[in-house]
């Protein structure tokens, strides 16, 4: 008798082996969803910052004060890339989401109130994916009253039922249907010096409609879920410290697509409405920076793009908040546990989305007001977030020899510093505003 | 009981009564079942820290510590190499819940008084540490009452097994026991919650052959990622203990260098076991068999058998199915393992086993592979090449998933982790 064998082994589990998961992204699928399975987090956190609450600001941006804000862009993708940066770096080198980071080094009291924060932020974004979700689909003549529990049941059962990453990918396709800004901006033809001049002219205002403008932009561009969510993807693939520059390439590609895309908005907004005494009071204003290359299509267009991209931030920022907020609190996670077993995070996943639609159902309330809200909301929070991330990256017990260095966290605290100051002026002079000094 | 939480920021005061600074931390030296506190962590003016030794306090409670002596000397006490701070090293920080198979997070931490030493009793993981460290104990705990949750969960620190990660700077000498004694899909399961960098921590507690049962129990990715956090010696030494097909599917999954470099340090037998698998297609028999089987000749007697089979200790997977092979390895018959009990022992394997045995051809398509397997209801079919020389064989669950297809792995739920692919 010849016998080779091995180690005892009851029952194995069926093999799955990546090569048995992913012939059907790697050979099977071409074109767009082929390309769209090797992006990294990064690129994909860039993407879903152009959704709903960006369209809605930029466009806002764009028609109500022309290109005369302009120069805040080049600003915020300084921040954006910098944040973005320091995500990637904490979560290669630390191996760790931020939740986590926040609740090993800050202890239960400054994490509950950073998972406040969070929650207040990204329930405000949830509020503002669906009245992107409503806005899109009343272009098409669906009400929302059809519309959103429609597409929020649809959400919550394909992530529980289906799978997290089938969602991503279908939406994050069509929301690149927002590259038509681009190909309208050159066909309205706007002044490109003018455009290049007002980049680089920064005009201040104290104008509380103004700097809340200011805030909402900032808060549109630098999301807090988006370095949540990019900090855990980075973490979670296991992505070491020796891989670092590839991360970073990666979430610099996702900083300068969204932010040139939302130079674009404001661009052809702001050559199609503004000054045109269109105020953009519903999706269907906002629509017309789309005409000069779609012609009577542009609603449609439009709609198709808000659609995608806020069906797939409306998807991420649930699922991303749950997890960020049961990580911090070593609560059971993952979203094909029982109810039972994971409580809180299906609660917690569930509520969001519920939460998100029923506020956009309340009667009355204006869309694209609403979604702007939802941004002042989250450029007044952001701050607070910044300095969790700040104080971390500078940990040398967590990130070792990969701490900012000087200039990093001159520049970091800087525009942390300004963001703040921003908010309390906006603040200041609404109280002038109010006690009738203006 | 006494809280970590409800001692640390109270007064130390000397045998006078005099406040000389607030309890900053406590002292724990690991080995024992319950650790017992060696000393405390007192903040002084000036933000300074001093060590005090446990036999300098006299009693310690909710209202603060109080010493002994009224002199205290600083430079006498120095935190051992098996000692831990609590608040610095162990609060906030996760932990694997042995008992119910999951990571937590420490929210707080109960001592008491074991064999006249205050000690480290417990770890609160429930909502009632979070509330008490909010201040919100009373309403708190009410609020959960009302709506049914149970606001207190402790585990005992016996059941408690450390997660050593980069950010607590803990580095632990308890070898994982604990874990040691968890059934391997369970600490795969633990493993796959952890960070990527924490999972080798947890690896280095287990021996090769344990090491072994937890990788085939991952996912091919975190597989990967796994075996790319051990040292090529530690990866040969597990992948050998892996069955060769289990192994082949992994390396497949690597580099060619870095298949190389772990072939060539895995002793020549296993390797070159996993060599041959490797060298099929992925949609063939070749590639869906293991190496793995037992081969008999047919003058050997059932009894002859069967003391071999007691000696080997073969695996659940081997014992059903053994192929009788002639001198140069032609598969000539089978013999099941009942046909081998009822079989009188004198009688030759050639006698009672079942002649012209079901095989396929190494490079038959694994749909059909596993329709054979399915129609004639086997546990295992043999594989063997053009000469009829045996090959492998390829079980009933590595078939059946390609017989049932697509269809069947989709309809088990997919696991959230906030990634693209994995």
Not at chain 1, 46 to 73: H, N, Q, R
Not at chain 1, 261 to 284: C, K, N, P
Not at chain 1, 389 to 394: D, H, S, Y
Not at chain 2, 207 to 218: G, N, S, T
Request: glycine share 8%; charged share 20%.
């Amino acid at each position: 008798m010849t016998a080779r064998l091995r180690v005892p082994r009851a029952i194995r589990r069926a093999r799955r082996s990546v090569r048995q998961r992913l012939p059907n992204f790697r050979i099977h699928r071409t074109g767009i969803m082929a390309f769209l399975g090797v992006l990294g987090p990064g690129l994909i956190a860039g993407l879903a910052g152009t959704e709903a609450g960006g369209i809605a600001t930029y466009s806002v941006l764009g028609a109500e004060t022309g290109l005369s804000l302009l120069w805040i862009m080049p600003i915020t993708t300084v921040m954006l890339l910098i944040v973005l940066e320091m995500a990637v770096r904490m979560g290669a080198v630390s191996g760790q989401g931020l939740g986590d980071l926040i609740r090993d080094d800050f202890g239960v009291r400054w994490t509950f109130f950073a998972m406040i924060v969070l929650l207040v932020a990204n329930g405000a974004t949830s509020v503002a994916e669906f009245a992107g979700v409503a806005a899109a689909l009343e272009i098409l003549n669906v009400p929302r009253f059809a519309s959103v529990p429609l597409v929020a049941a649809g959400i919550w059962a394909l992530v529980v039922f289906a799978s997290y990453r089938v969602v991503e990918r279908v939406f994050l396709s069509v929301a690149v249907v927002l590259g038509a800004y681009v190909v309208s901006a050159f066909v309205a033809g706007p002044d490109w010096g003018e455009v290049g001049r007002a980049m680089i002219s920064p005009s201040l205002s104290f104008e509380p409609s103004i700097l809340l403008l200011m805030i909402a932009t900032l808060g549109t561009t630098v999301t807090p879920y988006m370095f949540f969510y990019l900090q855990s993807s980075v973490a979670d693939k296991g992505l070491g410290p020796e891989e670092l520059q590839l991360g970073r390439a990666d979430a610099v590609l996702g900083a300068v697509w969204t932010n040139t895309l939302a130079v674009f908005i404001v661009v052809v907004t702001a050559a199609t409405l503004y000054g045109s005494g269109v105020t953009i009071e519903t999706a269907e204003d906002a629509a017309h920076a789309l005409v000069p290359v779609a012609g009577e299509f542009a609603e449609v267009l439009f709609a198709i793009g808000l659609f995608g991209a806020s069906v797939l931030a409306a998807t991420v920022v649930p699922l991303t908040t749950s997890y960020t907020v049961c990580e911090s609190f070593g609560w059971e996670s993952g979203i094909s546990r029982k109810f039972s077993e994971a409580p809180v995070f299906m609660g917690l996943y569930t509520a969001l989305i519920v939460i998100g639609a029923a506020v956009v159902l309340i009667p009355g309330l204006p869309l694209i007001g609403l979604i702007l809200v939802s941004q002042y909301l989250n450029g007044i929070l952001l701050p607070v977030i910044l300095f969790f991330m700040l104080r971390l990256v500078n940990n040398p017990r967590i990130m070792g020899t990969y701490t900012n260095p000087t200039w990093l966290n001159v520049l970091a605290w800087g525009l942390t510093g300004l963001v703040t100051m921003l908010t309390l002026v906006m603040f200041a002079s609404s109280i002038a505003g109010w006690l009738g000094w203006f | 009981m006494l809280f970590l939480s409800q001692l640390v920021g109270r007064p130390v005061r000397d045998r006078d009564g005099g406040a000389f600074g607030k309890v900053r931390d406590l002292i724990v030296a690991l080995g024992e079942e319950y650790p017992p506190v060696t000393g405390v962590v007192v903040r002084v003016a000036g933000s300074r820290d001093i060590f005090l030794p446990w036999s300098d306090v006299e009693a310690i409670d909710t209202s603060g510590a109080r010493l002994h002596t009224s002199s205290i000397d600083i430079t006498s006490f120095r935190q051992r190499p098996d000692e831990i701070r609590l608040w610095l090293n162990l609060l906030d920080k996760q932990i694997v819940d042995v008992e119910d198979r999951k990571i937590v997070r420490v929210n707080d931490i109960q001592l008491a008084p074991v064999d006249g030493r205050l000690r480290l009793v417990a770890v609160d993981v429930g909502l009632a540490g979070i509330l008490r460290r909010l201040g919100l104990s009373g309403p708190g705990e009410r609020l959960a009452r009302v709506l049914g949750i149970e606001a207190e969960n402790y585990i005992q620190w016996e059941d408690v097994d450390p997660v050593e990660s980069s950010v607590s700077s803990l580095k632990l000498r308890i070898p994982h026991q604990a874990l040691a004694t968890l059934h391997p899909a369970d600490v795969a399961h633990i493993v796959e919650q952890l960070a990527p960098r924490d999972r080798a921590g947890i690896l280095a507690a287990l021996d090769d052959e344990r090491a072994a049962d937890v990788f085939e129990e991952l996912d091919a990715d975190d597989q990967v990622d796994l075996l790319e956090a051990l040292t090529p010696e530690r990866a040969a030494d597990i992948l050998e203990e892996m069955g060769p097909d289990e192994a082949a599917d992994l390396m497949a999954d690597l580099s060619d260098e870095r298949q190389e470099e772990l072939l060539g340090l895995m002793q020549p037998e296993e390797a070159s076991d996993v060599r041959e698998l490797l060298a099929y297609g992925e949609e063939t028999a070749g590639g869906l068999m293991t190496t793995d089987y037992i081969t008999v000749r047919l003058e050997e007697t059932a009894q002859e058998v069967i003391d071999q089979l007691r000696e080997l200790h073969p695996d659940a997977d081997h014992v059903y199915y053994l192929y009788v092979c002639d001198a140069d390895e032609t598969l000539v018959g089978t013999i099941t393992l009942r046909g081998l009990i009822v079989a009188p022992p004198e009688t030759p394997v050639r006698e009672f086993m079942r002649p012209e045995p079901i095989s396929v051809q190494l490079d038959l398509d694994a749909e059909q592979v596993g329709a054979a397997i399915a129609r004639y209801n086997l546990l295992a079919l043999p594989v063997v090449d053009e000469d009829g020389r045996m090959r492998g064989i390829v079980t009933v669950d590595d078939a059946l998933e390609r017989a049932l297809g697509e269809g069947w792995r989709k309809r088990l739920p997919e696991v959230f982790e906030p990634v693209d692919e994995r």
